[in-house]
């Protein structure tokens, strides 16, 4: 093969895999692209952002404002779906609650989110109802058990059980009977 025709190949495989980083590099919300997405005026800190990718079409991003809340953002490709506040920080240090949690849709585009922090530490896995147990994933951010699962849509109410890693159930979020029947 002559110089030419090596160069020529080199420069087009140069081309592809520089096309290929720019592509994954524009696919991927940026920062300013939560920031523009935002009601409150709080500021964002960009080096806390964690991104998850839910599946090929949907990406969750945690991210932590100047006021220690941690905030999650649901992208449809480069499209915000919907952002929501799951808890702040400052309220787990002298917090009871076993977990913390936001349920969100966006009818427009068919989905619902539910996203939450585990704050006991003893409860190691969780159950929804109207959800499978594989359908809740679990990722840590800043030291804290996240959980989140997507659906087209949620049912009401949303009722939670926490189990321990023997599969012992020692939390629900509700008390009365009238509820077990969801289950």
Request: glycine fraction near 4%; charged fraction near 25%.
């Amino acid at each position: 093969m002559g110089n030419k025709k090596k160069v020529f190949l080199l420069t087009i495989i140069f081309i592809f895999i520089i096309s290929v980083i720019i592509y994954k590099i524009n696919k991927e919300p940026n920062y300013f692209k939560l920031m523009q997405n935002r009601s409150d005026i709080s500021y964002l800190i960009e080096d806390t952002m964690k991104s998850v990718e839910v599946n090929e079409i949907y990406q969750l991003f945690f991210i932590m404002d100047e006021k220690e809340n941690i905030q999650l953002f649901l992208f449809k490709d480069e499209t915000p779906v919907d952002s929501n506040l799951i808890i702040s920080l400052n309220s787990l240090k002298d917090n009871e609650d076993e977990m913390a949690w936001t349920a969100f849709g966006a009818p427009s585009f068919s989905i619902a989110l539910l996203a939450g922090v585990i704050i006991d530490d003893n409860i190691k896995w969780i159950q929804v109802n109207g959800f499978k147990k594989d359908d809740i994933k679990y990722v840590e951010y800043n030291g804290n058990r996240m959980f989140y699962a997507i659906k087209n849509k949620i049912d009401t109410p949303i009722l939670f059980k926490g189990y321990t890693s023997e599969d012992e159930e020692i939390y629900k979020n509700w008390s009365s009977d009238f509820f077990d029947d969801f289950w």
